[in-house]
């Protein structure tokens, strides 16, 4: 139905810049470089080679250009398309189109933010929206807040269970040396934390840091030429259902429910052949939601699902593994770096945290307020 | 359709809201009520009327904002009886007591320009 071959193209790279805080002076674009010098390091492929370029940040008005600047490239083909944090899994989708077609052989995904130095209003300033604006909503964290009350209206969802994705995230982050949070963190901190926009406390919304990252894509066959282990793309798909949380269709059913079903039937698999679940964490019921939307628990059951531990390190379903965006690092569109995470689980490379015998790898990006659903399934060799 | 040489969706919206009316737009080709004022309607493409709601409405979802400096203040979306839904808030009781399902009804807070807001409904 895609269009789409289950693994024609591989992620044969994938790198961060530095993360957290960095220097004075530093660009999203210096970011972007430095995490494309290590992933062309990575799988033994030259700058020279990239002829496909894709990337999206909301510092850059032209972010393609901005980059195939600083790059000196002058690929045979780009793409800039922006959808918040999950841009970058649409340019997978994007990429795959386009390696299939011949219109580009090597392609780079890339992503920089510097919005912890330069403040996040000033990183990713608001349109106005009359009809949302005067009531002063915080934005994201209100709308997501919006989303959480329902969820807790309809199936019971507690703040303690909001709590526990927190206290999971960090039990991961611990285990990864490059995440932001290094100390441990307990459900009653989470609770007890400043309140941002009830339910959802400080704790329960994602960092603010500095960051970036790369992807480099290439044809199954050129795959396989190189130094790398490939992370086939065996699924992708994408749904976008609104832009403000005012016109989402239900605030207890996000657009994963669509993305998630045509990744899965392009990949041939369902959510019990997933060995791990990267999704996007902006807040702590975004894994909740995620969760039931793309089949990992039943609708209503995500907040029982994680108050067992089951996402923590030694439970059923390990789940953003490297700390997510709420212990890891959050650079605003923090999708790219979610897709990082899943490459490094089918490669074997994730350290302390490896997810043993991982053959399988969902890497799911959200954007906006809920909007934009985008679900990546990867895959070891094993698989295709 | 709005002549948007003359006024636009929002103009006419807003409008409305200087005479203390909550004004939404109806698809004339499926009678749905639609909500925020367009040019034409989601999904179908119709042409759109200008209709004013009776300004009732049922608490959908509900936050209080913590912001530095300010009081808690309430943030909700309003599903209003004709069909539609719109953020808003609840004024008049501590943010903390807003509950989904709460019968509400609109007023205009003063602004340039002035903006619906809900209280309780009497007798709900």
């Known amino acids: 139905m895609s269009g789409l071959s289950r693994g024609s193209v591989a992620i044969v790279a994938a790198a961060e810049s530095e993360l957290g805080q960095v220097a004075p002076g530093t660009t999203p674009v210096d970011l972007m470089a430095q995490a494309t010098r290590r992933a062309l390091d990575a799988c033994g492929l030259a700058l020279s080679d990239i002829d496909g370029v894709f990337t999206n940040a909301s510092q850059l008005r032209m972010p393609t250009l901005s980059l195939c600047d600083y790059l000196g490239l002058q690929p045979r083909y780009q793409d800039g398309t922006g959808i918040g944090g999950s841009s970058f899994m649409t340019h997978v989708q994007h990429a795959m189109l386009a390696i299939e077609h011949g219109l580009c052989e090597v392609a780079l995904i890339a992503y920089g933010s510097t919005q912890r130095s330069v403040s996040r209003a000033a990183a990713s300033p608001r349109e106005f929206n009359p009809y949302e604006t005067p009531y002063q909503p915080f934005l994201p964290a209100s709308a997501y807040a919006l989303a959480a009350s329902r969820h807790m209206h309809q199936f019971g969802t507690t703040r303690e269970h909001l709590a526990a994705v927190a206290v999971a995230a960090r039990q991961w982050a611990l285990m990864n040396p490059v995440a932001w949070e290094k100390e441990p963190l307990t459900l009653d901190q989470v609770l007890g934390a400043r309140m941002v926009s009830y339910p959802l406390t400080v704790r329960d919304c994602c960092l603010v840091t500095d960051g970036g990252g790369a992807i480099i894509l290439t044809s199954a066959a050129r795959a396989k030429t190189l130094r790398c282990k490939p992370a086939f793309v065996l699924g992708v798909g994408e749904c976008l259902s609104h832009a403000s949380i005012s016109t989402m269709p239900d605030l207890t059913v996000s657009g994963a429910a669509r993305s998630g079903a045509i990744a899965y039937a392009m990949a041939g698999l369902s959510a019990r052949e997933v060995d791990t679940a990267q999704v996007y964490d902006a807040f702590t019921i975004n894994t909740i939601l995620f969760l039931e939307d793309l089949g990992f628990c039943p609708k209503g059951e995500g907040g029982r699902f994680v108050a067992g531990g089951s996402i923590a390190p030694g439970g059923s379903l390990p789940v953003n593994t490297s700390g997510g965006g709420l212990s890891y690092c959050h650079p605003g569109m923090y999708g790219l770096l979610v897709l990082i995470e899943a490459v490094r689980q089918i490669q074997g490379d994730a350290g302390a945290r490896q997810v043993a015998g991982c053959d399988v790898a969902l890497a799911h990006g959200n954007g906006g307020v809920l909007s934009s659903q985008v679900t990546v399934l990867l895959g070891s060799g094993a698989t295709v | ?124």
């Open chain 2, 1 to 124: 359709m709005d002549d948007l040489r003359t006024a636009s969706p929002n103009a006419t919206y807003a409008a409305h809201c200087a005479r203390g009316e909550l004004a939404y737009q109806v698809d004339t080709s499926t009678g749905a009520a639609v909500f925020y004022p367009r040019v034409i309607a989601p999904g179908t493409g119709a042409a759109l009327e200008w209709r004013i709601s009776k300004g009732l409405g049922t608490v959908h979802a509900t936050t209080v904002v913590h912001t530095k400096g300010q009081p808690p203040h309430n943030v909700a979306l309003i599903d209003l009886d004709e069909g539609f839904r719109m953020m808003s808030r609840v004024e008049g009781i501590d943010p903390m007591a807003v509950r989904i399902g709460m019968r509400v009804r609109v007023r205009m807070h003063p602004g340039e320009p002035p903006y619906p807001v809900f209280d309780l409904e009497q007798g709900a």
